[in-house]
């Protein structure tokens, strides 16, 4: 270093703001960009604060400045010593020193600081040049001239700067300056430079999921470029207000919520924004529970330090005593954030943590939030009155956040039914639904179930919790089959512990249960809350259906009747059906037969909800196969459901253009499309043909034997099947492919003409017409392209099928190909007037009556109008041709569903012509139907009932007596509904008479239906004579569980004997009020009276009617 420089900094006062040691720490503060407050020796008291900015590192600097000056160690330590006692807050001792420094001096030096808590560094002269003193300097020569200029010479000024300007051009000058730089912003230098990396990291972890996760162990990157935070105004004001008077109180702020509010988002929400403000915002300590390991404040923040600072720990901790208990008056040194205490650890441990921090000490010094969920804080630390708690419960979004947060993603609240909002206005539930709504080409729709289902699934990745995703089902699973097969309402806590014995952390995961909205607890007894229980109940089945199906022959849909039987309610056995198809269709490793039957048990329950059409179309992309091979089923004649079919056919709209379900869609259309029935269309067999003769000649045309199956014909994919059912599918798979692009499916409808020409039966000729003439582009070039390779083979129906297909298509370049074909590809047919499907008229109908080659059911048809005229010429074996016809009819099928199905539609179109000539075959019919009541349940059963009515003069006493079994649960049912005292006795009565069938099951359930009358009773008459509200409160909601119409019979006798005036007004009130509730109530406990009561109606009348014509 020159003189130049040295004289005129020994010029200058060794201490003081104005002197040398002011000098270095604004050379320091220029240079690191950090605040570095000239410290005071003397009392702890005596500092200036109001002089220096909160925060800044505290510096010491001892000078010696004299070449000759010995650099004695003993000297050198006394003093370290004295400036750490006589200045607490001292975060950084440095020695300036104009010659050089012993390197075993700086060595021991550094470890005495570092035992005493203290940053030590050296700035000297060195042989290097420049050396560091120089290289501060001429950073800041400002500075330096500003300090000078009042005591030396304007010369000198001018020397000093140019002496200082080329340093700074020095080829070695930006190299040593970045060395001297990162020493004093070094974390370890003081408090300053440790909460500024501390909360530059905290506000890093915000943006990016992966370093969320590693430092709090859950996803809270709320400032990332993909998550759009929605602000919760009410809760930043909160916030702000609780911290610009923690000052005056000092008190816990303790954010309250259930699980999904947001609470942790919305805390660290608040913090990014005050850091982001101020660079004056005290360090900022957020512990997760899952990432907290001692209650002990000393030693969490000093291991806190620790981690960031790469020190040994009890260098840390002399640190934090030091930094977090001299704090200002006004500010907090740290602001520490207690994340989710339910989560991990028993309340006694956080408890202790909490105690701790409420001394004095640390409350003075550390500013403090809490998260916890609403249940376990009230449980453990309501009563705790001592501790300085400030409460706040989170609300979920209001209008107008979840408005605004809706529009973020260019959707609104008309988008979801009202029960999907609710849940989305939990800021948990929206997320989970952003998640589902981005991936929707793999995922399917957003249902309530859907949410709930995959919470389940995302709630053990976002907590810290030794419990996997198969764990954790199978224990939902254990719990739901604990309340089936015991059938409790309530489990112990012995029974969720013995659930819980795989588990080393059961405490924990029984809070997470209990907390997170799983399970109601109350005085050891627990509730599995309905919405999850049903979710369990899914999560059961479809775990009982794979291994029934497994380990035995039984098909899927006998298991699933097997199992879901026992449940009472239709609702609860939809909401199993619908959760057990959701987990079923997410699941790779669940049988594809599986989930197509949970998927028909759920469309086919009998009060499916209110929105299944949505729900059923939302799962579709989950598994495409499931809902094809579905489509099947519901086809088959076995499961006839024309609204199935509906929601299928919408469901495959819906999804079309998403992911590679037009692909597998499009495959499955042409699959069938090329069904072909190996006896062909139901309407080429009567009895005047053979059916052997039909598929004889459908094999010829084939050219092989046909055999169920797949089999391919001059390059055409075709199934051969034996379900009639299954061929309506080609309907509709064109009604489909009518919303499609055409000439993607032209193949399909190759194959559909095709498999037609071969039965022989052109069936479908309008609607491929229509597919082709409603196209909105021209698609001549896929069917010429198709036309070439069917008449490229030498079989007669692939030309057929090709003239057919010219013909749809229309065009003119189709006409000038069609007129090349061979004109004797179809044979022309003589005129018949008696094949045309029309009513025969009195003029013309002799000529085809006689005839013997038109089918019966032909004639039968064409005859309805005039087979009433009595004078009719008819041959006299017409009757013995017609009898056949009752055997198309299936006595379990007609008269069985609410709309006409192919049965009742064949006997409304025969029975003229059977009555009118062969009435004794189509009575018989009638008896066999009603003779087949015992076997009808159901809507079955009551579509049979009105029927009867209108044919009870055909019925003989075998039919009487089946009616009369019917008739008697009618009955029994009744009177288990009236008043009468003798409705009792002769239900006693028959439960003594009856054996151990299902007449005494019957007689059972009446009884406790007539006895319900009694606590309905008891219960009111409790309610009416009681002073004590809450008691009266209780009676009247045990009294809704029992109330039916009997009600109306007695209500005004109990309240004339009622025997307490005191609240008799106030009753009298209360029941006016909730009339509505009562009514309601009534309602629901006679739906099955009214079902039986219709049915009893008919049938007694029937009985009576049947007795007087036996007389």
């Not at 106030?1066 to 309601?1080: A, P, Q, S």
Request: proline share 3%; glycine share 4%.
């Amino acid at each position: 270093m020159s003189n130049q420089l040295l004289d005129a900094l020994r010029k200058l006062d060794p201490s003081g703001l104005q002197g040398f040691e002011g000098l270095v720490a604004q050379l320091l503060e220029a240079l690191t960009e950090r605040r570095f407050y000239l410290a005071k020796s003397g009392s702890q008291e005596g500092r200036d604060m109001s002089s220096r900015h909160y925060g800044s590192n505290v510096i010491a600097v001892e000078c010696k400045r004299y070449q000759n000056t010995k650099l004695d160690e003993r000297e050198l330590s006394g003093e370290l010593s004295q400036a750490s006692r006589s200045i607490p807050d001292l975060d950084i001792w440095v020695l300036i020193a104009t010659r050089e420094v012993d390197s075993k001096l700086i060595d021991n030096l550094t470890n005495e600081a570092i035992n005493l808590g203290i940053h030590f560094e050296v700035i000297a002269e060195g042989i290097e040049n420049p050396d560091s003193l120089e290289v501060l300097c001429a950073y800041s020569p400002n500075i330096v001239i500003k300090f000078l200029e009042s005591i030396i010479s304007p010369n000198q000024v001018q020397e000093l700067e140019d002496y200082l300007d080329n340093i700074a051009i020095h080829p070695q000058f930006q190299a040593k300056k970045e060395v001297l730089k990162s020493k004093f912003c070094s974390d370890i230098i003081g408090y300053d430079n440790w909460r500024v990396k501390q909360n530059q990291h905290f506000l890093d972890c915000l943006k990016l999921e992966i370093k969320s996760r590693a430092a709090f162990g859950q996803p809270i990157n709320i400032f990332s470029n993909d998550v759009r935070f929605i602000e919760r105004k009410e809760l930043l004001d909160k916030l702000n207000s609780w911290y610009s008077n923690w000052v005056n109180n000092k008190k816990i702020f303790t954010l309250l919520g259930e699980e999904g509010d947001g609470k942790t988002w919305g805390i660290a929400h608040w913090l990014g924004i005050k850091i982001q403000q101020s660079d004056l915002f005290p360090a900022v300590a957020f512990f997760s529970s899952n990432k907290i390991s001692n209650d002990n404040p000393s030693i969490l923040f000093s291991n806190l330090v620790a981690h960031k600072l790469n020190l040994q720990h009890e260098h840390c901790k002399k640190r934090v005593d030091r930094w977090f208990n001299n704090s200002s008056d006004n500010v907090p040194r740290l602001l520490l954030v207690l994340d989710g205490i339910n989560e991990r650890y028993d309340n006694l441990w956080w408890r202790n943590l909490l105690e701790q921090l409420s001394e004095n000490t640390w409350l003075q010094n550390v500013a403090i939030i809490i998260t916890c969920r609403n249940e376990y804080w009230k449980r453990n630390f309501d009563s705790l009155s001592y501790l300085p708690i400030n409460k706040y419960a989170i609300p979920a979004y209001n209008n107008n956040e979840l408005t605004e947060a809706l529009k973020n993603y260019e959707l609104s609240r008309s988008d979801f039914s009202d029960e999907l909002l609710k849940l989305l206005r939990k800021p948990r539930y929206f997320n989970l639904m952003l998640k589902h709504h981005k991936s929707i080409e793999i995922n399917g729709d957003i249902t309530v179930e859907r949410l709930i289902y995959e919470d389940w699934k995302d709630r053990f990745k976002r907590k810290a919790i030794t419990l996997d995703d198969d764990k954790f089902r199978g224990l939902i699973r254990d719990l739901a089959e604990k309340t089936k097969e015991e059938n409790k309402k309530y489990l112990r806590d012995r029974d969720i512990e013995e659930s819980l014995s795989f588990i080393s952390n059961k405490s924990q995961v029984f809070e997470e249960l209990i907390t997170g909205g799983i399970l109601k607890n109350q005085d050891t007894k627990n509730q599995i809350v309905p919405g999850f229980l049903h979710y369990g109940f899914g999560l059961l089945l479809v775990y009982q259906l794979k291994e029934g199906m497994e380990q035995s022959d039984k098909n899927p849909e006998e298991i699933i009747s097997e199992w879901i039987e026992p449940q009472a309610e239709m609702d609860t056995k939809a909401k199993i059906c619908h959760y057990a198809s959701l987990i079923a269709l997410t699941d790779p490793n669940i049988p594809l037969k599986a989930k197509t039957s949970l998927l028909n048990a759920w469309i086919n329950s009998r009060n499916p909800g209110l929105d299944i059409e949505k729900e059923f179309i939302a799962y579709l992309p989950c598994d495409p196969h499931a809902y094809i091979e579905l489509a099947e089923i519901i086809g088959s004649n076995t499961f006839q459901n024309p609204w199935a079919e509906e929601l299928l056919k919408r469901a495959f709209m819906k999804w079309k253009e998403y992911g590679n379900i037009l692909t597998i869609l499009s495959l499955a259309l042409e699959k069938w499309l090329g069904f072909l029935h190996c006896y062909g269309f139901s309407l080429q067999r009567h009895p005047s043909v053979s059916i052997e003769e039909i598929r004889h000649e459908i094999n010829e045309r084939a050219g092989q034997e046909l055999k169920p199956g797949n089999f391919i014909f001059q390059g055409y994919n075709l199934t051969v099947i034996e379900d009639d059912g299954l061929l309506r599918l080609g309907r509709l798979a064109l009604g489909l492919i009518s919303r499609l692009p055409r000439q993607n499916f032209v193949r399909a409808i190759a194959t559909g003409i095709l498999a037609e020409e071969i039965m022989g039966f052109p069936s479908k000729g309008d609607l491929f017409n229509w597919v082709f003439r409603t196209a909105p582009q021209t698609v001549w070039h896929e069917v010429q392209s198709e036309v070439e390779q069917l008449l490229a083979s030498q079989s007669g129906v692939a030309k057929k099928a090709a003239y057919r297909l010219l013909s749809y298509e229309g065009s003119q370049e189709a006409y000038q190909l069609q007129q090349a074909l061979p004109t004797n590809l179809f044979p022309s047919n003589t005129y018949d007037p008696c094949d045309l499907y029309v009513q025969w008229s009195q003029d013309n109908y002799e000529t085809c009556i006689h005839r013997t080659d038109l089918k019966p059911g032909w004639i039968a048809a064409c005859i309805q109008s005039i087979c009433i005229n009595p004078e009719l010429v008819v041959p006299d074996d017409l009757g013995k041709r017609l009898e056949v016809l009752v055997e198309q009819i299936s006595i379990n099928s007609i008269w069985s569903t609410y709309w006409s199905n192919s049965d009742d539609s064949k006997f409304e179109q025969f029975e003229p012509a059977l009555c009118a000539y062969a009435p004794y075959t189509i009575a018989d019919l009638v008896r066999q139907i009603i003779r087949n009541i015992a076997q009808r349940t159901g809507i079955s059963l009551r579509q049979l009932t009105f029927n009867i009515l209108e044919n009870y003069l055909i019925i003989d006493s075998e039919e009487k007596n089946n009616i009369y079994q019917v008739d008697f649960s009618h009955a029994v049912a009744i009177l288990g509904f009236l008043e009468t005292d003798a409705a009792f006795t002769r239900l006693s009565q028959l439960k003594e008479e009856q054996p151990n069938t299902w007449k005494k099951e019957i007689v059972n359930i009446s009884l406790n239906h007539w006895q319900r009358n009694a606590w309905a009773k008891h219960w009111f008459k409790c309610f009416m004579n009681t002073d004590d509200r809450v008691m009266a409160w209780s009676y009247f909601r045990l009294f809704l569980r029992c109330v039916d119409r009997r009600f109306w019979l007695w209500k005004d006798k109990f309240i004339c004997n009622i025997s307490s005036n005191n609240f008799q007004k106030f009753y009298f009130n209360f029941l006016e009020d909730n009339m509505n509730e009562i009514e309601k109530s009534i309602k629901k406990h006679e739906e099955e009276l009214e079902k039986y009561f219709l049915c009893y109606r008919i049938s007694h009348n029937l009985l009576q009617n049947i007795t007087l014509l036996n007389f």
